[in-house]
């Protein structure tokens, strides 16, 4: 099963993902984050699901998003996936399954509607 987690780097989120032994992550900056959010909500209203809650933490090598934009679609089986830019990193897919496009989504919508101050206060969690 795929892990992923959603913390606080500084002013930015973290988005990692690990399967086995391969594990990636991602940084990105609130108004990128935002867009993430409400792309992933799109998806799950468009399958007829409703957003979620599960939690895991894990510790990666952070890579900034160098995408102009995060494209969020559909594959051939309805599956969520994200479409970006990391660092050097080649343009890669992130394909989802529903609880973790929804947790995704739910972890997002938490840190963004947090106060400034508290992100700070619990960035290294």
Known sequence: MAGISVT?????????????EQSTA??????????LVRAVSQLLAA???SVGEEGEEMTEELVD??????DVGMDEHGMAVVALQA???????????DDEAR????????ILNS???ARVSHGDH
């Open 65 to 70: 998003v160098t995408s102009q934009t995060i």
């Open 8 to 20: 606080l780097e500084g002013d930015n989120i973290q988005l990692a993902f690990q399967k086995g």
């Open 115 to 117: 106060p400034r101050d």
């Open 47 to 49: 399958i007829g699901e």
């Open 87 to 97: 660092g050097a990193m080649p343009p890669f897919l992130l394909r989802l399954k």
């Open 103 to 110: 947790h995704i989504a739910q972890s997002l919508l938490e």
């Open 26 to 35: 991602v940084v990105m900056d609130p108004h990128a984050a935002r867009s």
